[in-house]
Each structure stands twice: as C-alpha cells, then as structure tokens.
DNA sequence: ATCAGTTTCAAATGCTTGTTTGAAACAGAA
DNA sequence: TTCTGTTTCAAACAAGCATTTGAAACTGAT
C-alpha cells in the first residue's frame, strides 16, 4: 500500500512530462514539437516518453484530453431555469469567454484549441461532440427564444456564429489585434468588459432579426 | 531578346514550382510541407527549389508576397465619397469578405493567413502594415460616423473588432462550422447571403450602441 | 561546330527526428 | 542480504528531412 505522496513521487516524471509537453505542443505544434525539447524541459530522459506514453502521439492525446477535462472546471455563472433568455444569453456569453480566456487556465491550452482550428486532427472530432456541440445546442435555443421562433434553422445559425464569432475572435486572432493596437497587448480589456461587449452587441442585433 | 513566350518556358518550372508550393504549404504547413512534396507535385527535380530560391524559408516568403498581391486584385464594389456610412458599412463587409472568401481565390491563400494568425511569423507584420491597418482605418472611420463620435476610441475599436470577428470565423472556423452542421459543408450560405446577414447584425448593434 | 552560360537531374551528404535497447539504479518483500 | 519488479538513463538505431554536388542536357551566340 502507497501513500499519496510517495505515489505522486512515483508519477512525478509522468506529471512533469504532461506541464512541459503541453508547454511545448502549445508554442511549436504537434510536427513541430520534438519529444527531445519536452523531455529536456521537463528534466526526464528522451525513453521517459516511450515509458509512460506509448509514443509522442499518445502524449499529445493525453494532453489534449487533460486541457480539455481542466477547462470544464471553470467558467462563470451557470444559467438558471427561471432566467430569461437575455440573462441566458449573457451567461453563455460569460461562460464561454471564461472558458476560453481565463487567466488561470494555461495559456498553452487556448493555443492548443487554436491548433485544433487550423490543422485538425482527430481529437477535434471528438472535442466537438462531447463539448461544443452541446454549448451550441443552448445557444440555439436562447436563440429561438428570443426571435420567437419566427426564422428558419439557416438564420438561426448564422445568429449563432455572429455571437460565437465575437468571443472566438479574442482567442485566435490575438496576434492580429496585439499587431494593430499595440496598446491593447499591455492593457487588454477584462473578460467582464468583453462579455458586457458583446452580449449588449449581440442582443440589440438579434432583437432587430426578422 | 527573347521573346515572352521563351520567357515562359524559361521561368516554367519556377511558376510550377510556386503553385505547388502553394498548395502543399497551405495544407500542411511550412514544417510539414517537404520539399519533396511539392517538386514531386510540381513535376521538377528536388535540386530545382534550391537553383530557383536558395532554400525552402526563400520558396515560402515568395509563395506569401504573391499570396497577398493576387488578394489585392479582387474584392467587392469600392465605396463612393457620397455614399451614407450605411451603405460603406456593406461595401466594407462586401469586399473583406470577398478578399477572404472569394472562390476565384486559390482555397489555399485563405488558409495560409489563417496559419499566420496561429503561428506569426515576420510576414504578418508586414501584412498588418500594408494591407490590414489601412482597412482598419476605413472601418474606424465609418463605426465614428455611424455612431455620432459618441463613443471612446476602445468602444469603437470594439465595435470594429465585433464587425471583422464576424467575417473572420469563416475563414478561420471552417473546421468548426464543417463538423458542428455537416450540412454547410455540402451547401455553404453565398457570399452574398453572409454580407447581408452581418451588415443587418452588425448596422443593428452598432445603432442601439451608446 | 564550338563554346559559355543556364537549367535539370540522380545520387549522395549530413543532420534531426522518433523510437528502441540493455544496463544500471531503485524500491519493497522475503 | 537477496530477490523481484519498476523506473531511469546513455547510447545507438533507423527513417525522413533539407541541402549539396557534379555531371548531363539544353540554349543561344560566336
């Protein structure tokens, strides 16, 4: 029988091998990445890879698997039954930001999402039907509500993709904005800011929809 | 002398080398594209990289200069000095979403900027400079209009950013959209169809802004 | 026909990569 | 201690890569 600690003694390789391999697939890129600088990062030897993981894919897969569980752990206000559908969508709008933005989660985890985005693999599959689909099934739905359900299914998503697309903007196109309003990578606005943003954004352009 | 015709024969296997790199660059990226890919693609020689650009770093900034100066070449009906900010809201959107989305527009220069804004390298400065910024500026000046010079430049910036966000997700998101609603893989909205959706969005949400 | 310059090519070179290996170090049990 | 299973490690391996090379093919001019 094992103590907790001397078992976190024995999984220390392996957690050090997760934090620097996440560092590493976040700034270069699974091709890019070598098990080399990951292992050198993490003080472990190359074979330490080969040991815990199967092989570089398995680790990017446990990786990926780990960001994505962390990142459930967090975000804002959940929405309430009895909340109207401005409220809801306010809460979406929060949460998801959070999500995708919060200053605790590691930055290498949006950079990994990011990734995902413009050379997916088959994690993204798996990522879309067990976490985006069904926060895209909410917004459909406070949506639907909040036009009254007078538009088809077509206008309803393109509704959805001009909110989604406000949020998912701060987190790929970082680079773009910190190269335009170099002002704006010292003192970005807070996520609160955003959300009050683009919620107001949203809501006034989705009330006028017909 | 020779004659343009020669000329082209000539230079034939540096053009073929050019669309090929083009093409392997964007799908794979700069690491992941070989060098043996794209000779084999373009039908040349492997040595013909080296005699025709000194290396592959030198194929791949050529491949992005004509990458931008063809996406010059094209984009929607240019604003006229007379016309309501309303209507230069549209035409703003019009051309920006061309220029992305344009299907005349060889499928791989859209997913080449889409690499740079995960993955900056020094050609994304040059890009911002001389080609994104001037955009900028022409939306800034019609978001000051349309909302009376009312607000903060961070609210206007916002406001901007709210605006390009929404163009920007169907370049960048396309795996997203693709695997949330299959059915836009086969049948994707016009062109057309998105500048109306997000003129109407955003002209809403720019209005009811205060 | 000869020549000089340009362009192509097959083969080889040297480097980096992921992965394997076999020995060594270590831990707990008998 | 001795034994057994686990974990680490330096070194080596094999494959893939960009790049070089030197000869061959081709071009237009002399």
Same mark, same amino acid.
């Given at each position: 029988?094992?103590?907790?600690?001397?078992?976190?003694?024995?999984?220390?390789?392996?957690?050090?091998?997760?934090?620097?391999?996440?560092?590493?697939?976040?700034?270069?890129?699974?091709?890019?990445?070598?098990?080399?600088?990951?292992?050198?990062?993490?003080?472990?030897?190359?074979?330490?890879?080969?040991?815990?993981?199967?092989?570089?894919?398995?680790?990017?897969?446990?990786?990926?698997?780990? =960001?994505h =569980?962390?990142?459930?752990?967090?975000?804002?206000?959940?929405?309430?039954?009895?909340?109207?559908?401005?409220?809801?969508?306010?809460?979406?709008?929060?949460?998801?930001?959070?999500?995708?933005?919060?200053?605790?989660?590691?930055?290498?985890?949006?950079?990994?999402?990011?990734?995902?985005?413009?050379?997916?693999?088959?994690?993204?599959?798996?990522l879309v039907?067990e976490c985006i689909r069904p926060c895209?099934?909410?917004?459909?739905?406070?949506?639907?509500?909040?036009?009254?359900?007078?538009?088809?299914?077509?206008?309803?998503?393109?509704?959805?993709?001009?909110?989604?697309?406000? =949020?998912?903007?701060?987190?790929?196109?970082?680079?773009?904005?910190?190269?335009?309003?170099?002002?704006?990578?010292?003192?970005?606005?807070?996520?609160?800011?955003?959300?009050?943003?683009?919620?107001?954004?949203?809501?006034?352009?989705?009330?006028?929809?017909?």
């Amino acid at each position: 029988m094992l103590a907790a600690a001397e078992i976190a003694v024995i999984q220390d390789t392996r957690r050090r091998l997760l934090f620097a391999a996440g560092e590493v697939f976040a700034e270069r890129g699974f091709h890019q990445a070598t098990v080399r600088e990951i292992t050198e990062r993490a003080g472990v030897n190359v074979a330490a890879v080969n040991y815990h993981f199967r092989d570089k894919a398995e680790l990017y897969r446990v990786v990926l698997k780990e =960001c994505h =569980c962390h990142s459930e752990s967090m975000g804002g206000p959940m929405p309430v039954e009895g909340d109207t559908a401005e409220d809801r969508l306010r809460c979406f709008v929060d949460a998801f930001l959070h999500r995708l933005l919060h200053p605790d989660r590691p930055a290498w985890q949006g950079l990994l999402m990011a990734r995902e985005m413009t050379q997916p693999t088959d994690a993204l599959d798996a990522l879309v039907e067990e976490c985006i689909r069904p926060c895209s099934r909410d917004l459909e739905v406070i949506i639907h509500e909040l036009t009254g359900g007078k538009l088809s299914k077509d206008r309803e998503w393109m509704l959805a993709f001009s909110v989604v697309s406000q =949020c998912l903007f701060y987190l790929h196109d970082r680079p773009l904005i910190e190269r335009l309003y170099p002002k704006l990578a010292i003192q970005p606005p807070t996520i609160e800011q955003l959300v009050e943003h683009i919620h107001a954004f949203s809501l006034a352009a989705i009330r006028a929809a017909q």
